[in-house]
């Protein structure tokens, strides 16, 4: 018997020192819809999404990792994961979710299973006759669709590659070795493009996060995508480019607090379960399928950059 226990990637929790900055440009410039608002925390979501969120913005010292939210493929998943990890806890949930799973993997990141979600009821003004949206679509600036991954960093990405594909089923679709053995990229997922990558982070400090990353139907959305990030004055990290991994056209920038956000469209679809992941060479183009150029250095800055600002986390139960 094959297990799934994963059906997708539902939300994130990130912190920001910025927050009402921070969700003025989730709102504005990605286009995510605020669906509320609790306690230190905004919850919004992107137009084609039916869950009540799929970003969760709370105000932090530093931009960093609060949680990853993951729904079963069913009711029973989460005690089967409990039973798996039995160091995990059971928590009421959150905003617009029931009963869930809460367990670290070993970088230190949170993560949640949970099988009980709320389905997002438009407000009149964003009310649809059709029925596979859950709104209207009436776009604000890039209009991002919905969540598509999440990057973490870690210090040994083979462990983790193996946690979570043991204890979540999640597929293996791709690895970058920088040398034989010696793993700098690596992507996993529930179904056909990768939800969740990693990166390499020595720097000591556990459950960082790289980027979150949004998706939008075409490929040249995510060049428009750029524009209106210009047009806003959100500096462009990198991109607009086509990862030769997955095959994604990717664009990233970081928000007013700080943190580095992705837009993305595009990728093949990988529905192999015996697919063997394969050791991309950096020289093959896994980043920059054009061969053309290499990434910025900037873009290995994970989140929070300093032990003081993840110790301040940690003591305030924000961070690992
Ligand atoms: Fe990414």
Do not use: C
């Amino acid at each position: 018997m094959t297990e799934v226990l994963v059906s997708q990637l539902a939300h994130v929790q990130i912190f920001s020192p910025r927050p009402a900055e921070t969700v003025e440009w989730f709102r504005n410039v990605l286009g995510l819809e605020q669906s509320g608002q609790e306690g230190q925390s905004a919850y919004l979501r992107g137009w084609a999404e039916w869950f009540q969120h799929s970003v969760e913005i709370t105000e932090g010292p530093e931009p960093g990792l609060g949680h990853i939210g993951w729904r079963a493929q069913g009711p029973g998943d989460p005690d089967t994961v409990a039973r798996n990890l039995p160091e995990g806890q059971w928590s009421d949930g959150g905003f617009g979710y029931g009963k869930t799973y809460r367990f670290r993997g070993p970088g230190g990141h949170l993560n949640e299973l949970f099988w009980e979600v709320e389905r997002y009821q438009a407000p009149p003004e964003l009310a649809t006759d059709q029925p596979d949206r859950p709104q209207a679509l009436k776009p604000r600036g890039i209009a991002a669709r919905y969540i598509d991954h999440v990057t973490i960093g870690t210090d040994d990405l083979a462990r983790d590659v193996n946690f979570y594909k043991d204890a979540l089923k999640l597929r293996h679709t791709a690895s970058i070795e920088a040398e034989p053995g010696f793993k700098v990229f690596a992507t996993l997922t529930s179904h056909v493009t990768h939800e969740m990558g990693l990166v390499p982070d020595f720097s000591g400090i556990r459950g960082r996060v790289n980027h979150l990353a949004f998706g939008l139907d075409q490929r040249a959305d995510v060049h428009t995508a750029a524009q209106v990030l210009m047009g806003h004055d959100t500096p462009i990290e990198f991109g607009p480019g086509i990862h030769g991994i997955d095959e994604i056209t990717y664009l990233y920038a970081r928000e007013p607090g700080g943190m580095r956000i992705e837009i993305n469209a595009g990728g093949w679809r990988n529905y192999m379960p015996d697919w063997e992941a394969p050791n991309w060479t950096p020289a093959q183009g896994g980043t920059n399928i054009y061969r053309t150029h290499g990434m910025p250095d900037s873009m290995m800055e994970s989140f929070p950059r300093t032990q003081e600002a993840a110790e301040q986390m940690h003591a305030t139960g924000m961070f690992t």
